[in-house]
């Protein structure tokens, strides 16, 4: 009997570990690569992301151009760069819930853990895949998540690529470099105020 209550409570152990597997806040740079289903070219970029749970998140690229998405949990701002210099740059301000992106809502997803639940189900292994249940497959846009890790282990901190297939079967990768976690970002950093000469776009 002793030796079944350890066994359950090893489970439950295991289990809440993994439960516990996105951290509050995370930082990194990031190299993406876009694939269209229709052309099945590959787009590739660069920039960095910071991200606070629920819902905050500072999402930028530089290359191939500046693109900025910030979102504090109540508005969010969309804004594109000018390519040529002296000319406007383009910003669009919703609500959050209207501005909310694929991203927002895969990494707020991840506090279910990486275990198998009512939203998704879990293959533990090299990479992780996470496999979204018919609902949240239509409410997120996502299909399927590969998570690659350094060595053997299952911690976000060594989260290495996230390789991410939509619903209408667009791919998309996401690696990371130099994360950090629970680095606990200032509030301004899901604010956005607009750089002068910066047209809004409704």
Known sequence: MKQILFFSFS???SSAAMAEFL?????????QEYVSTLKGKAKKGQGSIEYKYPGQIRFETNTPSTVIFASNGVKAWYYRAPFIEGEQGEVTETS???GSTIYIKFFDSLKNGLVSNDYYSVRNGQPS???FKAKAEKELGISEAD??????????????LIELTFADGKKSKLKFVDLKTNHNPGADRFNFTPPANT???N
């Open 11 to 13: 489970i439950f152990l």
């Open 23 to 31: 951290p509050q806040s995370f930082s990194s740079k990031f190299e």
């Open 96 to 98: 959050a819930k209207e």
């Open 129 to 131: 895949k996470i496999i």
């Open 147 to 160: 998570l690659s890790f350094k060595g053997n282990g299952q911690k976000f901190e060594d989260l290495q």
């Open 199 to 201: 047209k809004k776009v």
